[in-house]
């Protein structure tokens, strides 16, 4: 039964004027799954390359100046 309204529910959503379709994947449950292709996962990075400390943004404050 919920399964059912789960997928009436999604039919619904997928007809939306304006709305992407949703991106499909295989095994929700998988890290290796995504949407970017093979040109951008297969780069590798720089050996010094570092992600830089930026806080995450929790939404609360102007996200304009979160960014600056």
Known sequence: MFS??????QSMVERLPGI??????????SYAVTPFTDEITLIEMP??????????????????????
Do not use: Q
């Not at 050996?47 to 600056?68: L, M, N, Q």
């Open 20 to 29: 992407a379709p949703p991106i499909r994947k295989r095994n929700p449950d």
């Open 4 to 9: 059912k309204r789960l997928d009436a529910m």
């Open 47 to 68: 050996r010094k390359f570092s992600f830089p400390s930026i806080k995450a943004y929790d939404g609360t404050t102007d996200p304009e100046d979160h960014v600056t």
